[in-house]
């Protein structure tokens, strides 16, 4: 990070992270330290990959059913995150990873902005 404008948003984005923690669907983030040229954020492991990944290996195709399963769990963070007065700006399939049982947790890296 060369700038203060980076680090600060750095530091803003970890505070909003450890702000959104608890949540069942979120990511656990568990720490963040840094040394003189990096920010280092310590979150929970999704061992299944992202969401874009599962969608593509099935074709592209969802029955109902398990489309449901995404969407739901998809909304219910994001109205959690408005709920704290947080906006994921890039909400896209590539930024849902997914847990080794199923479905999901919601990674908000560098991606989220408080309003």
């Known amino acids: 990070m060369t700038t ?14 450890k702000a959104l923690s ?8 568990y720490d ?3 040394d003189a040229l990096n920010v280092y954020i310590i979150m929970e492991l999704c061992e299944g ?16 059913g398990d489309a449901k399963i995404i969407v739901e ?10 709920l704290q007065g947080v906006v994921h700006r890039d909400l896209k399939p590539e930024v ?9 947790r919601i990674r908000f890296i560098l991606l989220i902005h408080a309003f």
């Open 4 to 17: 203060a404008i980076s680090i600060e948003d750095v530091r803003r984005e970890v505070k909003i992270l």
């Open 22 to 29: 608890g949540h069942s669907n979120l990511v656990k983030f």
């Open 32 to 34: 963040a330290c840094e």
């Open 49 to 64: 990959g992202e969401l874009l990944d599962r969608i593509l290996s099935r074709g592209g195709r969802y029955n109902e």
């Open 73 to 82: 769990q998809i909304l219910n963070v994001v109205a959690f995150c408005h």
């Open 96 to 104: 849902c990873g997914l847990n080794v049982e199923y479905i999901n």
